[in-house]
């Protein structure tokens, strides 16, 4: 099956869908309104005065925080339909709202992957354009989102700031631990709109969502293999490369599955059970690039 062409960032910003273009600079977009509001990072205009001091914004929302500072009143938060998440502004809302919904409307124009965020979708696209602009001083890893490298970093480092007072565990990022505590806490933040499901992780959601809509996005290109979960499609796709990432402590033995690494243990039961307990703990696990 062909490969459909990736389109350069030239290309992307040259699209037929952003008619209004910046005489200035490459910037498109398919609003007038956002071309108006981005003329200004040129001319340097700041047309919203504040009444009070030298203050001036480029756009009305600025001047309406700001002065918050003046009056002491403050915007009134709106809060989302569905849970008790609160924000001064409409556009939060909007966004907040699709972790309920589920609803990505920016769709990658190369694959079948879609996004909640349009920030999202141009880091995606810079994996089919294969501009991994973050590149490690230590080795030849490289990777399109500077996050993805600082976590990368502490490997080579030893530096884990974020530390469970629970069980010990430590990582380099505060959104892992987040997620870790709930392991300990309960919670499950996140909810099906159409049942009662409800669990710890957003991608469980996404997931589950495939139940009620039937859609499955991702698709292997060999064989024509779908699937709604990537952690799937990841384990699919060690039939066509042979990868077998877990290996017996034990034996030359190697698997691409864990659960089976876990029976073919079960055949040196007999053997010493230190040993079993030590190499099955040692289990070594090649990470795949995506």
């Known amino acids: 099956m062909d490969k459909p062409k990736v389109k350069t960032e030239k290309e992307d910003r040259s699209a037929d869908d952003r008619p209004f273009s910046c005489p200035k600079c490459p910037y498109r977009s398919d609003r007038q309104h956002n071309l108006r509001q981005h003329l200004l990072t040129h001319t340097g205009e700041r047309p919203h005065q504040c009444p009070y001091c030298d203050y001036a914004a480029g756009r009305k929302p600025h001047l309406v925080r700001h002065m918050a500072r003046h009056t002491g009143v403050t915007p009134p938060m709106k809060q989302c339909p569905f849970c008790e998440y609160t924000s001064k502004r409409m556009y939060d809302i909007n966004v907040h709202v699709r972790t309920h919904t589920g609803e990505r409307p920016y769709k990658c124009p190369v694959c079948d992957w879609s996004f909640a965020h349009s920030s999202t979708l141009g880091t995606h696209m810079d994996i089919h354009r294969g501009n991994k602009r973050f590149q490690c001083p230590h080795c030849d890893y490289a990777s399109v989102r500077k996050e993805c490298l600082r976590l990368h970093l502490s490997k080579h480092t030893g530096f884990f700031p974020y530390l469970c007072g629970e069980c010990g ?119 795949e690039k995506c």
Do not use: W
């Open 169 to 287: 565990y430590k990582t380099a990022q505060k959104s892992r631990m987040l997620k870790h505590m709930r392991t300990h806490t309960g919670e499950k933040p996140y909810g099906c709109p159409q049942c009662d499901f409800t669990t710890a992780h957003k991608r469980c959601v996404d997931r589950h969502m495939s139940i009620h809509t039937g859609e499955k996005p991702l698709m292997c290109e060999e064989c024509g293999y779908r699937t709604a979960d990537r952690g799937n499609l990841v384990k699919h796709m060690r039939k066509h490369t042979g990868v077998k990432p877990y290996t017996c402590g034990l034996c030359d033995y190697s698997i691409s599955d864990r659960r089976l690494l876990n029976k073919h243990m079960k055949t040196h039961e007999e053997g010493n059970q230190t040993g079993i307990e030590t190499a099955t703990s040692a289990v070594k696990v090649k990470k």
